[in-house]
C-alpha cells in the first residue's frame, strides 16, 4: 500500500538547515492500523504530512500503491489525495458556517460528485458516526467529539483507501478518544489502512504497528 524510501524532509539550507525528517524507508501494509508515535519535534507530523501530499520530500520516493507520487505537481497532488487519502485533523479544520451535512459534502464537491449523490453518502457517513439527527447543526452546536465525528466523516467522503490522523484524539477527554479509536478499528476491519500521529504511549496498546521517531530519525518500526 505505502512504501517510502529514503524519504527525508529539509527545511532551509546551509548552517542554518532544520532537518525534520532524516533519511527513512518503510512500508504499511493494507489494511493495518498503525501510530507514528514521538515527543513533540520529533518528526512525526513531518512524516504525515509527507504521507498526506500536504508536504514534498527533500530526498527520497513515496510509493502508493505502486506509484512514485513523491514528486508530483501540486494539481497531481491533490487530485491523489482526494481520491485515495482522508485527512483528520487535531482541530477538525470544519467550515463554521456550514452546517456538518455541507461541511462532510465538500471533498465530493471536489471530486465532481452530484449534488443529490453528495447529499445522500454524507447524510449515510453522519449516520454512520451517530450524528444522522443532526445534520443540519453547525460545528459550534456540537462538542468537540462531535466536530471530530463529523471530521472522520467527511475524510471518508470520497471512500479512500488510506485515513491519516494528525493527534485525532489530542483534544479530546480520554472516553471520547477511545469512541474515536473504537471506529478506527471499524474502519480498518473493513480493510482501510489508517495510519495515527500520536503522543500518547497509551495509544501503543491499540494499534498493530507503532513507528517511533525521535530527532527526525525512525527510531522503531
Do not use: W
Not at 471530530?148 to 483534544?171: H, S
Request: net charge negative.
Amino acid at each position: 500500500m505505502i512504501e517510502l524510501q529514503g524519504i527525508s524532509r529539509v527545511y532551509g539550507s546551509g548552517p542554518a538547515a532544520v532537518h525534520a525528517l532524516r533519511p527513512a524507508s518503510l512500508q504499511i501494509e493494507e489494511g493495518t492500523f498503525v501510530a507514528i508515535y514521538g515527543a513533540s519535534g520529533s518528526g512525526k507530523s513531518t512524516m504525515l504530512n509527507m504521507l498526506g501530499l500536504l508536504d514534498e520530500p527533500t530526498t527520497g520516493s513515496y510509493l502508493l500503491e505502486g506509484r512514485n507520487v513523491a514528486n508530483l505537481s501540486d494539481v497531481d497532488r491533490s487530485s491523489i489525495r482526494c481520491r485515495k487519502i482522508g485527512i483528520i485533523f487535531q482541530s477538525f479544520n470544519l467550515f463554521p458556517h456550514f452546517s456538518i451535512l455541507e461541511n462532510v459534502c465538500m471533498p465530493m464537491r471536489f471530486a465532481g460528485m452530484e449534488r443529490h449523490e453528495m447529499k445522500e453518502r454524507a447524510a449515510q457517513l453522519l449516520d454512520r458516526v451517530g450524528l444522522g439527527s443532526r445534520l443540519h447543526h453547525s460545528p459550534s452546536q456540537l462538542s468537540g467529539g462531535q466536530c471530530q465525528r463529523v471530521a472522520i466523516a467527511r475524510a471518508l467522503a470520497n471512500n479512500p483507501a488510506v485515513l491519516l490522523g494528525d493527534e485525532p484524539t489530542g483534544n479530546l477527554d480520554e472516553k471520547t478518544g477511545d469512541e474515536i479509536i473504537g471506529i478506527f478499528h471499524e474502519l480498518v476491519a473493513e480493510g482501510r489502512t489508517v495510519v495515527m500521529v500520536t503522543h500518547n504511549a497509551e495509544y501503543e496498546k491499540q494499534v498493530q504497528r507503532v513507528i517511533e521517531l525521535h530527532d527526525g530519525n525512525v527510531v522503531r518500526q
